[in-house]
């Protein structure tokens, strides 16, 4: 079970006044001068099999994080004419590792051709075979009608973490994707791997007067 525990009295700003297994704030700093694991500055923690990176910084302040091209697992509908549209991914204009339905697509083998119109559940003109359009758009053709198709697909993810009132800001993968092994933090590179592993991150309360406080797990004293 975590036990969570008031950075105030890890600071020695001052004490709980309550057991420390409630989140709720007895005493507060506004803002926090640092939230570091152990002395460093960005580590991670793993909960729920899910990894986070975490950063100390400045309340208000802004990281720009580059992940690079991450695999992200999205559904599409198929129009009434089973054909699926795909637009081309940021930072990867080659479609490097497309996959649909569980199916590599080879964007370099797929012909240049026309998108026709869909009329009552058929292309005016027939189109038999995947093909990419003119604008580089990936079209997937001969699905099941309305039915839900799987595309995997690499792109360039970009993030501008906040850093809020505890100086605390978070990076989280986005729904469908996991953290990269490497990415980078206004310009530092960072290897996931390699972060400091917290365990479980701190958490950031506001009381009722309109201060923060953080708290953090009783194993970060060890």
Same mark, same amino acid.
């Given at each position: 079970?975590?036990?969570?525990?008031?950075?105030?009295?890890?600071?020695?700003?001052?004490?709980?006044?309550?057991?420390?297994?409630?989140?709720?704030?007895?005493?507060?700093?506004?803002?926090?001068?640092?939230?570091?694991?152990?002395?460093?500055?960005?580590?991670?923690?793993?909960?729920?099999?899910?990894?986070?990176?975490?950063?100390?910084?400045?309340?208000?302040?802004? &990281?720009? /994080?580059?992940?690079?091209?991450?695999?992200? $697992?999205?559904?599409?509908?198929? %129009? !009434?004419? +089973?054909?699926?549209?795909?637009?081309?991914?940021?930072?990867?204009?080659?479609?490097?590792?497309?996959?649909?339905?569980?199916?590599?697509?080879?964007?370099?083998?797929?012909?240049?051709?026309?998108?026709?119109?869909?009329?009552?559940?058929?292309?005016?003109?027939?189109?038999?075979?995947?093909?990419?359009?003119?604008?580089?758009?990936?079209?997937?053709?001969?699905?099941?009608?309305?039915?839900?198709?799987?595309?995997?697909?690499?792109?360039?993810?970009?993030?501008?973490?906040?850093?809020?009132?505890?100086? &605390?800001? /978070?990076?989280?993968?986005?729904?469908?994707? $996991?953290?990269?092994?490497?990415? %980078? !933090?206004? +310009?530092?590179?960072?290897?996931?791997?390699?972060?400091?592993?917290?365990?479980?991150?701190?958490?950031?309360?506001?009381?009722?007067?309109?201060?923060?406080?953080?708290?953090?797990?009783?194993?970060?004293?060890?």
């Amino acid at each position: 079970m975590k036990v969570w525990k008031n950075i105030a009295c890890l600071l020695g700003v001052g004490a709980l006044t309550q057991s420390v297994l409630s989140l709720d704030i007895a005493s507060s700093i506004s803002p926090v001068d640092a939230i570091q694991y152990k002395g460093a500055s960005v580590y991670k923690a793993t909960e729920s099999s899910i990894t986070s990176v975490y950063f100390d910084g400045t309340a208000g302040n802004h &990281i720009s /994080v580059d992940l690079g091209n991450v695999t992200k $697992t999205v559904s599409k509908v198929a %129009s !009434a004419c +089973g054909d699926v549209k795909i637009s081309t991914p940021k930072g990867n204009p080659s479609f490097t590792g497309l996959k649909v339905d569980g199916s590599a697509v080879d964007y370099s083998a797929l012909p240049v051709n026309t998108l026709p119109t869909c009329v009552n559940g058929t292309f005016s003109q027939a189109r038999s075979a995947n093909f990419k359009t003119a604008k580089g758009q990936v079209v997937i053709v001969g699905k099941t009608p309305s039915a839900s198709v799987e595309v995997i697909l690499p792109s360039d993810q970009k993030k501008n973490i906040a850093i809020n009132s505890c100086g &605390i800001g /978070v990076l989280r993968a986005t729904k469908g994707s $996991t953290l990269p092994a490497t990415f %980078s !933090a206004n +310009g530092t590179s960072y290897t996931l791997a390699s972060l400091p592993d917290a365990g479980h991150g701190p958490v950031c309360k506001k009381a009722a007067d309109g201060t923060y406080s953080a708290y953090t797990p009783s194993g970060w004293g060890s």
